[in-house]
């Protein structure tokens, strides 16, 4: 697969990865039960646990972003994550801030899992590790900018396991479709 192809998948990644951010953003507060005044809108996760309603869509997010860093590279994903804050920002300015930061460390930190598990081919090891790091990270950067609090916790991590399971699920399906930036065996293609 060529450059044209990376990009072909890359740049409707990328518009799917912003969406996500902003979705995740509003649902916080507009979709679910307010348990409280002022909190965020959560829905049940399973368990006995409920999360911020925004949870599955940055589940969803964290493996998004990973096909974006393997098709488009690093600085697409960050201006990607700079471009949802940004949007964010039009629909829940309260909560723009804490996610571009969660999103920012977590994303750090997939630099240092996700891309070295994919240059050695280990691809639903790279998603999986690098989605826990990303969720637990995410989920305690978030929590305590958005709200001053770790409160559901629990329920943030759930969420988001549940669409890393997911993930780990359908990749190998469609991981065939784009070869990492850097991969040469597939870029004569």
């Known amino acids: 697969?060529?450059?044209?192809?990376?990009?072909?998948?890359?740049?409707?990644?990328?518009?799917?990865?912003?969406?996500?951010?902003?979705?995740a953003n509003w649902f916080v507060q507009h979709i679910g039960s307010q348990t409280f005044p002022g909190g965020p809108h959560t829905i049940p996760v399973g368990f006995g646990y409920r999360a911020p309603s925004g949870v599955l869509w940055v589940g969803l997010a964290f493996t998004v972003r990973d096909v974006v860093q393997s098709t488009l590279g690093?600085?697409?994903?960050?201006?990607?994550?700079?471009?949802?804050?940004?949007?964010?920002?039009?629909?829940?300015?309260?909560?723009?801030?804490?996610?571009?930061?969660?999103?920012?460390?977590?994303?750090?930190?997939?630099?240092?899992?996700?891309?070295?598990?994919?240059?050695?081919?280990?691809?639903?090891?790279?998603v999986l590790l690098s989605n826990s790091v990303g969720l637990v990270v995410d989920t305690v950067v978030f929590l305590q900018i958005a709200f001053h609090s770790l409160a559901f916790w629990q329920g943030q991590i759930i969420g988001k396991a549940w669409m890393t399971l997911v993930a780990v699920l359908v990749i190998p399906l469609l991981r065939s479709r784009w070869p990492a930036p850097g991969d040469r065996r597939m870029a004569s293609a």
């Open 74 to 126: 690093r600085w697409a994903t960050v201006g990607a994550i700079l471009l949802g804050a940004v949007l964010s920002y039009a629909v829940a300015p309260s909560l723009a801030w804490a996610s571009a930061v969660a999103f920012l460390i977590s994303e750090a930190l997939d630099f240092a899992v996700y891309t070295p598990l994919v240059d050695r081919g280990r691809v639903v090891a790279a």
């Open 1 to 23: 697969m060529g450059d044209r192809s990376r990009v072909q998948i890359g740049l409707p990644a990328l518009v799917l990865y912003v969406g996500t951010v902003v979705a």
